[in-house]
């Protein structure tokens, strides 16, 4: 079993890293992750890039991203999703973004029917953040991590739709 890498939202970003999300959250970028285009093709990559580099390198280049593993919520079968995460103490914190889309991702339909999931090889279970003032901690930690997210919210939010935030505890095993 992998190790998920410890991904601390207060971390000092370096320039690079700081440039890359400037331009991964621009408004063409945004855009584009949410025509069909994307979702046909990049979004369906990263399962297998990630699987196949063992979680090294995944479409998000040096986006602290994940694959999440789950159980489908209807079929049962295991679903893969490239997530991106950072940790909040010992919990591993993750959006359901869907870069800003009407619509909550397939994953979290999944992680809401069966909370046990892997993410980056290791077990947790997942339970979705409901208190508006730990919601309200978890988006400045987020924001941190990919400033994009706030515009995802807005994005989201012209549709009604408020983006779940998932946190994951370690299953012993």
Known sequence: MSTLRYVDP?????????AYVHLAGGRFARW????????AIVWKIDPYLLRLTRGRLGTGLLLPTALLQTRGARTGLTRRNAVIYFH?????????SQAGR??????????????????????????IVEDDAQRA?????????FPAFA???????????????????????
């Open 151 to 173: 515009a995802y919210r807005d994005s989201a939010a012209q549709s009604g739709r408020t983006i779940p935030i998932l946190q994951l505890t370690p299953n012993e095993v």
């Open 88 to 96: 909040d103490g010992e919990l591993v914190t993750i959006i359901a």
């Open 10 to 18: 207060h971390a000092r970003r370096g320039p690079v890293y700081r």
């Open 32 to 39: 584009l992750s949410t025509t069909a285009i994307w979702s």
């Open 102 to 127: 009407p619509e909550n991702p397939s994953w979290f339909y999944n992680v809401r029917a069966n909370p046990d999931v892997l993410l980056g090889g290791q077990r947790f279970h997942a339970h």
């Open 137 to 145: 901690r978890l988006w400045d930690l987020a924001d941190r991590v």
